[in-house]
């Protein structure tokens, strides 16, 4: 009997090591970045011309905002003034992980980069690499890709 108890424990245990390692190869691969350009980042959104990204009203001045793109890809509003707004990929150019508005920035969560909110530049590291910028323009109360 008691041979079964430990054939038991050990079929438990090695599961619970599988499922452990297989979490941690997901959880890896999310902020991996793999499939990214190099030099880190999303490349250009591929979407047309005039594609509506988001209602102005969406972004007021002065804060940045998280969108999806149609084709799938994350993507962070921002706009500085009345009239000026810009657009950057939201993956973390230092291990490809989901970057979010945060205050007056733009930090990545897993490893705690930071960003310029209007130009992507890095502002505080592990990230070395400004976040790809896509292009954007304010058309009627909408703006949409360039």
Sequence with gaps: MTGHA??????????AAVAGAALGTAVLA???GEGREPGGGQPQ????KGTRLAA????????ATSVTTPDGREAI???RSEN????FSAVCTHQGCTVVPDQSQLRC????????PFTGAVRGGPADAPLPA???TIEGNGIVTA
Excluded: K, M, Q, Y
């Excluded at 430990?6 to 599961?15: M, N, P």
């Design 30 to 32: 999310a902020c991996s």
């Design 6 to 15: 430990h054939s038991r424990r050990t079929v438990l245990t090695t599961g």
């Design 84 to 87: 000026e707004v810009t657009a």
């Design 134 to 136: 896509i292009e954007v």
């Design 45 to 48: 959104t591929t979407v047309p």
């Design 109 to 116: 969560p897993c490893h705690n980069s930071t960003f310029d």
């Design 77 to 79: 509003l921002s706009r």
């Design 56 to 63: 102005l009203d969406d972004v007021p001045v002065g804060s």
